[in-house]
């Protein structure tokens, strides 16, 4: 960010920084980030021009939030939170994203680094084959449309009763694995076609399947992280990232194209046309609600079916049963969603109209929403980093709750352009480099994977250590590569 924009923020300590409304004609309530001094300035200059613009929208309250990890998007920036009053406010796929509920999974094993790291050709060659990836992918479950109903509101539900996982999964998912509110009939032919076939399926871009370990001196916190089963020296994980395909994509195309009439319809001006919405407690406003709904459990049962799979390519590379590897959910979380919470406004619990978008809830201890087994706790949070940097589990906090309505960050966040990054290096030489360093990765393409290389991120470690600083989240564990599978 330039020094120009940087001087219309108002630093509040180490990491917080505040603009005003005074900086826009229109500001609603002021802008917040979060970033440490190398971070702000490494930030890109549209973020502050697009949550500015936030911050204008009907009903906002409190903040337009960014976490640290934020970068340009689509109307709101990626690492973008807004609450917005449920009768005054708004709903906007800007403001969601079109990956609807894009999210992260991550998986125990008993399994250690020096068991796997032998058969992790083997074990990342099967898992590419049994996990399509890449643009247009489609999956081995093949569904009639009275089926993808049942994956609209079933979610991960539905999954599990179809065979793929297990009963306990459930409790360790936002949601519980489905959202009650889908209707199927607000979701048009187009996307429904889309869809039919994308469950198990990967996807591209950022999508990513991740073979992963514990060093015992990156265990922070060994209560929570024994709570939470990553406890071990040495201990082997599986993390995924992935969504709801073209499948929420569509949706949200649909419906920035009915939010335009719509806008005229309700009188309402935004900034941005990236940030056409409708009003909350409209009929375009929950019809889209019940979409994206749709479009999340599409995207839960997607990640299910992906875990299954997992399961039963570690079965048959170890010759062991995926039960006798411990091979337990350890979370399952979104950040491409809008959802109805209880948070304290004006000094009183109201609800509001979540909008988080490239950002994670990460409520702490106590809150109904979270599972029984990690309520005494917190919420177990899964950040994803650059597939050569690592990753992290971290842990809610009731501060998150007071400060930014339970959310923080999603990832690292991209400082440069995946034009910018293919640019810079080939995705041939960057498979070769990786494997130097013990990291056995496969790609539906060399361009996708020069995409995504660690330098066009920001440092995850320091990402991380804003949001702990800001008191936001609590890192449990780092979780470092050894494989990986990209779109």
Not at 271 to 282: H, M, T
Not at 417 to 432: C, D, P
């Amino acid at each position: 960010m330039n020094k120009d924009l940087l001087s219309n923020l108002t630093k509040v300590d180490d990491v917080t920084w505040d603009l005003s409304k005074k900086f826009k004609s229109g500001m609603q309530v002021p802008a917040r980030l979060f970033g440490t001094d190398s971070i702000m300035q490494t930030m890109d200059d549209r973020v502050l021009e697009q949550l500015s613009n936030v911050a204008c929208l009907p009903g906002i309250v409190k903040y337009a939030f960014c976490m640290a990890d934020a970068h340009s998007g689509y109307g709101f920036p990626i690492g973008g939170v807004a609450a917005f009053d449920p009768e005054k406010g708004i709903i906007s796929p800007g403001g969601i994203g079109f990956d609807i509920n894009c999210g992260m999974r991550l998986i125990k094993t008993n399994l250690t680094v020096k068991e796997v790291q032998p058969k992790i050709k083997q074990l990342v060659d099967l898992l590419f084959k049994m996990v399509p990836t890449g643009v247009g992918a489609r999956g081995f479950v093949r569904l009639s449309n009275p089926q993808m109903n049942e994956v609209m509101t079933g979610g991960a539900r539905w999954a599990i009763e179809q065979g793929y996982g297990w009963k306990q999964d459930l409790e360790r998912m936002e949601e519980f694995g489905v959202i009650e509110n889908a209707d199927p009939k607000m979701v048009s032919q187009k996307a429904r076609g889309r869809g039919l076939n994308q469950v198990g399926t990967l996807g591209s871009g950022n999508h990513y399947l991740e073979i992963q370990h514990v060093n015992k001196n990156e265990i922070f916190d060994a209560k929570i992280g024994k709570l939470f089963g990553v406890d071990k020296d040495g201990q082997v994980m599986v993390m995924v990232h992935c969504g709801s395909r073209g499948f929420g994509h569509q949706i949200g195309t649909d419906y920035l194209n009915t939010f335009g009439p719509a806008m005229k319809k309700y009188k309402i001006n935004v900034k941005d046309p990236e940030l056409a919405c409708a009003p909350f407690n409209s009929k375009e406003g929950q019809n889209y609600y019940k979409a994206m709904a749709c479009a999340a459990n599409m995207a839960f049962a997607n990640r299910q079916v992906i875990m299954h799979q997992i399961r039963e390519a570690f079965k048959i590379v170890f010759k062991q049963s995926p039960e006798d590897m411990d091979m337990q959910l350890v979370y399952d979380v979104a950040h491409n969603i809008a959802k109805v919470e209880k948070h304290k406004v004006d000094g009183k619990m109201k609800e509001v109209v979540m909008h988080r978008k490239g950002a994670t809830r990460c409520f702490g201890p106590g809150r109904s929403e979270i599972a029984p087994i990690y309520r005494k706790v917190g919420q177990p949070v899964i950040v994803g980093g650059s597939m050569e940097t690592g990753s992290y589990l971290l842990v809610g906090t009731k501060k998150a709750e007071e400060e930014t309505f339970g959310s923080t960050m999603h990832g690292s966040g991209r400082t440069m352009s995946r034009t910018q990054a293919k640019q810079s290096i080939s995705g041939e030489q960057l498979q070769k480099d990786m494997q130097k360093r013990g990291i056995y990765v496969k790609s539906a393409s060399f361009s996708g994977l020069a995409e995504e290389a660690g330098f066009a991120y920001k440092d995850i470690n320091e990402v991380v250590k804003t949001m702990e600083k800001a008191g936001i989240s609590k890192p449990v564990a780092a979780l470092r590569p050894i494989g990986n599978i990209k779109g």
